[in-house]
């Protein structure tokens, strides 16, 4: 629907409160947990814990964290509570049987790593995440870099050939090869998966890649923050309704 001045509006719907057979693909930073001043901030919850092993247990293993997190990160984060998952969007894997598949970092991230942590050196509240495959440039805490952020992220991709993943109040420079879309379609080329109808709830660019392969897949997306232009069919506003929404989900499947 197109609006006065062009603009697209777009007023996704709530998703159902039912599902049949769902394979759930849930990411982790914005959906199941709050944004936090810093990466490290974010802590396990009882609430997220809780609902992501009920419904793993309800779903019978149909259910994966896929996140730009490492794997280790979505363990620490989740109390050990998601079996499947898939980090730094795609480029690590773990299946439903816990057999591991990860890629080989590209040896420019430490090039970028150095590139990013001279830049942090001298700009206070910037922070820098190394996860191997990946080097992640965080400017919530110093918003006013975010444009000198850019240049220097754009010119390290040209240089370098990484991939430049933007994110929320961060820059990625990634190895390149797959995205969470491709890791969600090697999920549901496997048991349990298969068995379901892939549904992918995230909040941010990189998440757009696992709506539209939720969609090719015959499933769909869930868009969690506000309205954007996006492959997602429906929307939540924000953490508490996802869990709300997931809680009603394993409710109903009991
Ligand atoms: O795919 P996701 O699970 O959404 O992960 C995306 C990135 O999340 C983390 O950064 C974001 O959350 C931080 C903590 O709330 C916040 O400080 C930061 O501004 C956000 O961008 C994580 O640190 C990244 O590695 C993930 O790629």
Same mark, same amino acid.
């Given at each position: 629907m197109q609006t006065a001045s062009g603009a %697209? =509006?777009? +007023?996704l719907p709530r998703p159902p409160a039912r599902l049949d057979r769902p394979s759930l693909f849930l990411d982790l930073d914005g959906v199941l947990a709050p944004f936090a @001043?810093? @990466?490290?901030?974010v802590e396990p919850d009882p609430r997220r814990t809780k609902v992501l092993r009920r419904l793993i247990r309800r779903l019978e293993g149909r259910v994966a964290v896929v996140s730009g997190r490492t794997l280790s990160e979505i363990d620490r984060i989740s109390d050990g509570a998601a079996m499947a998952a898939s980090g730094v969007h795609g480029l690590q894997r773990r299946r439903g049987d816990g057999g591991r598949l990860d890629r080989k970092p590209d040896p420019a991230v430490r090039r970028a790593m150095r590139a990013f942590s001279d830049f942090a050196r %001298? +700009? @206070?509240g910037v922070i820098v995440e190394d996860k191997h495959l990946s080097a992640g440039l965080h400017f919530r805490q110093a918003p006013q870099v975010s444009a000198e952020a850019l240049a220097l992220a754009e010119a390290l991709q040209r240089e370098t050939g990484l991939d430049l993943q933007p994110g929320v109040m961060v820059l990625e420079l990634k190895t390149p090869g797959t995205d969470k879309g491709a890791a969600i379609v090697e999920f549901m080329a496997e048991t349990p998966f298969s068995e379901g109808t892939p549904v992918m709830v995230g909040d941010d660019l990189t998440d757009e890649h696992g709506f539209e392969a939720a969609e090719r897949l015959g499933g769909f997306g869930v868009l969690v923050g506000p309205e954007r232009p %996006? =492959? =997602?069919r429906y929307r939540l506003t924000d953490v508490a309704e996802v869990l709300d929404w997931l809680e009603g989900l394993a409710e109903d499947m009991a």
């Open positions: %697209t =509006a777009l +007023r @001043p810093s @990466p490290d901030a %001298t +700009r @206070p %996006t =492959a =997602a």
